[in-house]
T-cell receptor, first 111, second 115 residues
Framework: GAGVSQSPRYKVAKRGQDVALRCDPI?????LFWYQQALGQGPEFLTY????????KSGLPSDRFFAERPEGSVSTLKIQRTQQEDSAVYLC?????????FGPGTRLTVL | AQKVTQAQTEISVVEKEDVTLDCVYE???????LFWYKQPPSGELVFLIRRNSFDEQNEISGRYSWNFQKSTSSFNFTITASQVVDSAVYFC????????????FGTGTRLQVFP
């Protein structure tokens, strides 16, 4: 498929566990974004990459959140020592010329 | 500060009715973009339209139309002759050209179209 893919689609974690969420952007898209969408809310910006450079991480809620994109393609969002308030859908988007294409998201539930 | 307000939390209509979803935005920038996205029950955000701040022309695409008015900082979305398949959550969003193109979303309007 030519769209943005994310894995896993669903993740259940016990409080305190570490999780890693993967995003495969559309081939050739330089920009990549991560958003967090809590239940009943709009997506909220977490972080932004241009190729492998993380240019904006102002939306990451705490130092437990870490994102990387080492080769300028696939990106991983890692959450350490998960808390219940981390439960949300995590959306990845890649963009070309200001139009962002979103993946299906990963629904994270922290018990 | 940048902000997007969608005051309508939920709207219910009967098929074939017209419906307008409101969006009001705040920004200090003169160059910005406005968007509408559709989020069906499957969860994936579907791009509908992008408008830049210098283009106030209204746009029509099939049953969809958008009314951009800078004077009232609004970017409203109208669906004509609604269909059941239009049922979804609709998000209005803003990005500022100087600000890495990150999107600032409203809280969304859930549209339910009944047969």
């Amino acid at each position: 498929g030519a769209g943005v893919s994310q894995s896993p689609r669903y993740k259940v974690a016990k409080r305190g566990q570490d999780v890693a969420l993967r995003c495969d952007p559309i081939s050739g898209h330089v920009s990549l974004f991560w958003y967090q969408q809590a239940l009943g809310q709009g997506p909220e910006f977490l972080t932004y990459f241009q190729n492998e450079a993380q240019l904006d991480k102002s939306g990451l809620p705490s130092d437990r959140f870490f994102a990387e994109r080492p080769e300028g393609s696939v990106s991983t969002l890692k959450i350490q020592r998960t808390q219940q308030e981390d439960s949300a859908v995590y959306l990845c988007a890649s963009s070309y010329r200001a139009e962002q294409f979103f993946g299906p998201g990963t629904r994270l539930t922290v018990l | 500060a940048q902000k997007v307000t969608q005051a309508q939390t939920e709207i219910s209509v009967v098929e074939k009715e017209d419906v307008t979803l409101d969006c009001v935005y705040e920004t200090r920038d003169t160059t910005y973009y406005l968007f509408w996205y559709k989020q069906p029950p499957s969860g994936e955000l579907v791009f509908l339209i992008r408008r830049n701040s210098f283009d106030e022309q209204n746009e029509i695409s099939g049953r969809y139309s958008w009314n951009f008015q800078k004077s009232t900082s609004s970017f409203n979305f109208t669906i004509t002759a609604s269909q059941v398949v239009d049922s979804a959550v609709y998000f209005c969003a803003l990005s500022e050209a100087r600000n890495t193109d990150k999107l600032i979303f409203g809280t969304g309007t859930r549209l339910q179209v009944f047969p």
